[in-house]
C-alpha cells in the first residue's frame, strides 16, 4: 500500500517561510492526484492545494492562494508544499494526501501529518 510521509514542519515567525515535503514509498504518485490539507485546534480539516492528474492544474483557496505553492519531484517520489508570508492562522497539523480527485475529493492515503506553528 502506498505510504506518505510528511516533514518540514516546525516553528517559524509571522512572514516567513517553510516548505513541507511528502514522501512515498509503496507506490507512484506521478499517478495520483494529491493534495495537502491542514486542520487546526477545534476546527474542521481544510483542504489548502490539490494537485489534479485529470487536467494539469492544481488549485488553492483564497486563504492560501498566492502564499502557497505546490510541487512534485517525481524523480523522488515526493510533492511538496511551499509555504511563503506565513500568518498565524496558518497554524495548523498539515496532511498531505494521495486523492482519487480535485473535485468531489476522496482520499485514498493520508500521511501522518506534520505541525507548523507560526508565532512570534
Known amino acids: 500500500q502506498l505510504q506518505l510521509v510528511e516533514s518540514g514542519g516546525g516553528l517559524v515567525q509571522p512572514g516567513g517561510s517553510l516548505r513541507l515535503s511528502c514522501a512515498a514509498s509503496?507506490?507512484?504518485?506521478?499517478?495520483?492526484?494529491m493534495a495537502w490539507f491542514r486542520q487546526a485546534p477545534g476546527k474542521e480539516r481544510e483542504q489548502i492545494s490539490c494537485?489534479?492528474?485529470?487536467?494539469?492544474?492544481?488549485y488553492y483557496p483564497d486563504v492560501v492562494k498566492g502564499r502557497f505553492t505546490f510541487s512534485r519531484d517525481n524523480a523522488k517520489n515526493t510533492v511538496y508544499l511551499q509555504m511563503d508570508s506565513l500568518k498565524l492562522e496558518d497554524t495548523a497539523v498539515y496532511y498531505c494526501?494521495?486523492?482519487?480527485?480535485?473535485?468531489?475529493?476522496?482520499?485514498?492515503?493520508w500521511g501522518q501529518g506534520t505541525q507548523v506553528t507560526v508565532s512570534s
Open positions: 494526501a494521495a486523492v482519487r480527485a480535485c473535485i468531489g475529493t476522496i482520499v485514498d492515503f
Open positions: 509503496g507506490g507512484t504518485l506521478q499517478y495520483y492526484s
Open positions: 494537485s489534479s492528474t485529470i487536467d494539469g492544474v492544481t
